[in-house]
């Protein structure tokens, strides 16, 4: 991707946007000392710029971005694409809360080659944005369920990598379908404090974990890199996860990082309008 590709990408509303003071009037407020992001995939811009400008018409914090895709060849890892991706945050007054790998999904870490050096470039890319945790996908073919032989592929990768990633003060968080026990398990066989658990509270509510008892366990370890706040057809606050509870587990282990939304768009609601509702819910819940 060329520079004038980039900016083509960009989107000429994005440009005129620039000239609406409504949209710079100040960075979008915290809520206390969490930042609130939200996932690039789930506000309609994976991978893309776009989502930028959207993170900003929400009132986010800020986008925990996408590396990319086998097809663009992950393609953040190229300087112009970070250098347009860090134009826009100037430009709308929004961060980067977090950075991750979804391809993985579809080309799972624990059987693909190609993977390797996209995790180990992403520790890089990190480091150049400001994030500190990047987000490892472990599902659909990259599923470690029930997958001893995957999971200590996963093992032997993460103990190569790990040392370039605590070199640079960057963790690597598995989010899976495995268990609070499954997952220190392989953080224990690595050995690298560079390797966490990403806790997403609606997959493991899903999969019939107590994830209060979870989140406190991992926590008191201090093993969970970050949060999904999370809601499977349901807008946050209104379906199966206690987010009350919640945060008292958040508060109880003293986590201070960023919150990342995901999800939580309800059957023929769009996901603007649930995403301003979902924000507005968050920053109650965590003021």
Known sequence: MNRRDIIKGVGGGMIASFFHNELFAAS???AGSFRIGACDWSINNTGNLG???MAKRIGLDGVQVSLGSAENNMHLRQKDVQQAY???ADIFKIGFTGLGIGELNNIPYKSDDRTDEWVSDSIDVAKELGVKVILLAFFYNGDLK???KG????IRKFRQVAPKAERLGITLGIESWLSAEEHM???DAVGSKAIKCYYDVANSQQMGYDIYKEMRW???QNQICEFHFKENGSLLGKGKVDFAEVRRCIDEIGYMGCIQ????VPEGKSMFESYLQNNDFVRGLMK
């Open 261 to 264: 939304i995901e999800g939580a």
């Open 51 to 53: 989502a930028m400008e």
């Open 151 to 154: 999971q200590d592929a996963v």
């Open 218 to 220: 991992l926590g008191k």
């Open 146 to 148: 029930n997958d001893p």
């Open 185 to 187: 398990k392989i953080i």
């Open 28 to 30: 979008s407020p915290t």
């Open 86 to 88: 860090k134009a826009l």
